[in-house]
């Protein structure tokens, strides 16, 4: 029995060895890799509602990973959560179709609100999967990441690429250096580390999640749906049955046939625009990087984060070289719930990130909020942290301090 247990597990390992030599092969070719795909919904649904009317604001929430492997009931968690999204057309509609697991359950709560699950694990690479297949080869093996395959709408669970302890990092620094070109008009790609004086302090990739999924959607709206003629003949009987059920504005469709969303690296770069411009329609950061830059920023944030400034400045506060310290907030932006956003009222708060320009000695915080109508999913979820945002900027200003060569008056 151990020798038999032996050679799988040896069998395995070069099942492993010869997927990486086979997905770094594809890497290779620019017109390849990266890519992104759509699994078709049509292998669980006949057909599908969906509204004609307006849809509410989407919203983001960050869901606890399944974790295959490891508990009997995770495969059951991953398929509602793959169902869940998979009816990304139902929108609200999904509340009255969808089979939620218990862990789930507290979706009930929000009928009518149009959320999107984001299953996190420890590389958070599922939340993030549209913005990791933007990258390139050359800018994965930057950042020490590792070539995936292709990259697919739902995110699935079942992958067999190992990824760092600290993905989410070079993630975010990647992703960074990646969007920095288009963020600072006029500037070239090679210039964010050649010769701009702004540099980046910290990036949230929250941010930027829930723009590259609407990006996807509107994607996914151009693919055909399946043909209504290669039904079989009872499907076709309950489709027109279901037509003459469903309320005014509703339509009954079928689902959309899979397909490629983009491939190689020229589209993956216009792709990256896009996500940009819709970034930009709500919160203006070309706008801000740009005042940034000419040195016109002035302060524009909400009372609830005036105390929060006058910390921060205080601490990075020196009599012979000043450190001018602006707070920007963007707002409008689509909430994205999880463990470091944190709930007022109505809005949802995170910040996105910290410009720094060394040399006139200028930090830029850039805090972010959206309107939300699901505020307490946080806790049912149980992300009940005490005040992430001010942890965030705490850990913003000790990396300001280091890179200005000063120290912080905490320490």
Request: aromatic share 10%; charged share 30%.
């Amino acid at each position: 029995m151990e020798n038999t247990g032996g050679r799988g597990d040896q069998g395995h390992e070069d099942f492993r060895a010869q997927h990486r030599r086979e997905v770094e092969q594809q890497a290779q070719d620019p017109e390849a890799f990266p890519e992104f795909t759509h699994f078709p919904v049509g292998a669980l649904y006949t057909c599908v509602p969906v509204p004609s009317g307006p849809q509410p604001a989407p919203e983001y929430v960050y869901v606890p990973d399944p974790q295959l492997g490891r508990d009997k009931d995770a495969l059951a968690y991953h398929g509602a959560i793959s169902e869940w999204n998979l009816l990304w057309e139902a929108g609200v509609l999904r509340h009255g179709i969808a089979e939620l697991h218990p862990r789930l359950h507290f979706l009930r709560n929000y009928a009518g609100r149009n959320i999107t699950l984001l299953p996190r694990d420890e590389a958070n690479y599922m939340a993030c999967e549209p913005l990791y297949h933007l990258l390139s080869k050359p800018a994965l093996d930057r950042f020490g990441l590792p070539p995936v395959s292709r990259g697919a709408f739902p995110p699935s669970a079942s992958r067999l690429t190992e990824f760092p302890a600290d993905t989410e990092r070079r993630l975010s620094r990647a992703f960074a250096h990646h969007v920095w070109p288009l963020l600072c008009s006029g500037s070239p790609l090679e210039a964010f580390e050649r010769d701009e004086s702004i540099s980046l302090l910290a990036h949230n990739l929250d941010f930027w999640i829930p723009y590259a999924h609407e990006f996807v959607h509107e994607q996914l709206q151009r693919l055909p749906r399946y043909p209504v003629e290669k039904l079989e003949t009872a499907q076709r009987r309950q489709m027109r049955r279901l037509k003459k059920d469903v309320p005014p504005g509703v339509a009954v469709e079928t689902p959309r046939l899979g397909g490629i969303l983009w491939l190689g690296r020229d589209e993956a770069w216009e792709a990256t625009r896009a996500i940009v411009d819709l970034a930009d329609e709500r919160g203006k950061l070309r706008a801000i990087l740009d005042a940034i830059r000419s040195h016109r920023v002035v302060d524009d944030f909400s009372s609830r984060w005036s105390y929060a400034k006058e910390d921060f400045e205080r601490r990075l506060y020196r009599k012979r070289a000043k450190t001018r310290v602006t707070f920007v907030e963007l707002d409008e932006t689509i909430p994205c719930h999880g463990p470091e956003a944190e709930v007022e009222a109505d809005l949802l708060w995170e910040d996105f990130f910290a410009v720094l320009n060394a040399k006139e000695r200028q930090v830029v915080v850039c805090l972010r909020s959206g309107v939300t109508q699901v505020g307490e999913i946080a806790k049912e979820i149980g992300y009940a942290n005490h005040s992430p945002v001010s942890k965030k900027l705490a850990a913003i200003r000790r990396k300001a301090a280091l890179l200005l060569g000063i120290e912080d008056s905490r320490n």
